[in-house]
């Protein structure tokens, strides 16, 4: 298990004593995070690090997930993508099992911890069924933009009775909703098996494993096949580049646990891509090995990140800590990361032939693909990395708990 002290070398010793001096207070106190999967995707990521690391210097904090049907999650995909804009049928029996789910967890998962942080909106109407003895913090991983309004209303009736929201971005904070609310980004853990150094050696035995080939350039997504992603963008985007450079694309993807919508555009997008991928000209990965992902995302030349709706991506500040110059949509969290044409390109997420342009630029020039990486992983350790993470944590704590 790291330690906090692992990271002196990359964050310096000022960092280091002031997470240890902020986290005195909060000594004897119990946070608990609950959300829906312990694999897959960013949230399970970032607590696989997190909560280890709070633990470590003395605040102790558990993780909990919650436990539903596959009926359940398939509703709750649906409540994800109404947040992000998608129009639903809310019907009585959605709002019923969503509720019910919630309700049988809370009767045998007995929560007395000094402080409650709930993800996304999975396990968010578990505070109704809790008499409240302690504050409970919604932390919303979503983009919030432009919300389904039935969906949104429903779901209020359980944010309202939370304390403080937690987002990603001030431009997630709603006007409707007068509540607290605190600006906290995700972040990466650069000595995770995802993002530690590796070798050369062992970069070229991972990617050869799946077939990526040595002599082509690679341009590369890291994403779950989710609709929010734009796959099928990310093809016909690589459709007009290769018509330019001789190279391969690499879709790295998991299939997480809540998000049962992933398998069916899994198979989708396996019949689509059949004859490309016969020439080897695609190559979709499963990407739950975390160093395969790792080794691959050092392996690409170019990293491309075509979201139509996006909270944050953590997969893309994975991308620039190792020095690769990202060509992303500029929508939601993405901008957070990257300034355009400083440390990496910012397009409108359905402009195809921009995308395609920037992409070309970047794997003719190596040069400037080394530039903008270089770039690209200094704001990341100044912004993204846990280390920053824990003090904005420790600082909601304080606040919360009134200490």
Known sequence: MRRLEDYRGIVGDEVITTIYKKARPFYGKHILNINSTYIGGGVAEILTSLVPLLDDIGVATGWRILHGSPDFFEVTKKFHNALQGREINLTEKKRRLYEETNAT??????????????????????????????????????????????????????????????????????????????????????????????????????????????????????????????????????????????????????????????????????????????????????????????????RADVVIQKSIREGFCIAVTEAMWKEKAVVASNIGGLPLQIVDEQNGFLIPPHNNEGFAERIIQLLKDKKLREKIGKEAKERVRKKFLITRHILDYLDLFREVLLI
């Open 105 to 298: 967890f809370a009767s045998y998962t007995h929560i007395a911890h000094d402080c409650v942080i709930i993800h996304d909106p999975q396990p968010l109407a578990l505070i109704k069924f809790y008499r409240k003895r302690q504050p409970w913090i919604w932390r919303c991983h979503i983009d919030l933009t432009h919300p389904h309004k039935e969906t949104w209303e429903f779901l209020k009736n359980f944010i309202i009775r939370y304390d403080v929201v937690v987002v990603s971005d001030r431009k997630y904070i709603k006007k409707d909703l007068p509540l607290t609310y605190k600006i906290i980004p995700p972040s990466i853990d650069p000595l995770s098996l995802k993002n530690k150094p590796l070798s050369l050696k062992d970069i070229d035995k991972y990617v050869k494993k799946v077939g990526i080939p040595q002599n082509k350039l690679v341009l590369l997504q890291v994403a779950r096949f989710d609709p929010w992603k734009d796959p099928e963008g990310v093809v016909e985007v690589f459709k007009l580049v290769k018509k330019k450079v001789d190279c391969v694309l690499v879709y790295c993807y998991n299939l997480a646990l809540d998000d049962p919508e992933g398998i069916s555009l899994y198979s989708r997008m396996l019949k689509k891509t059949e004859k490309l991928r016969e020439k080897g000209e695609i190559i979709f990965v499963r990407g739950d090995n975390q160093i395969l992902v790792n080794a691959i995302q050092r």
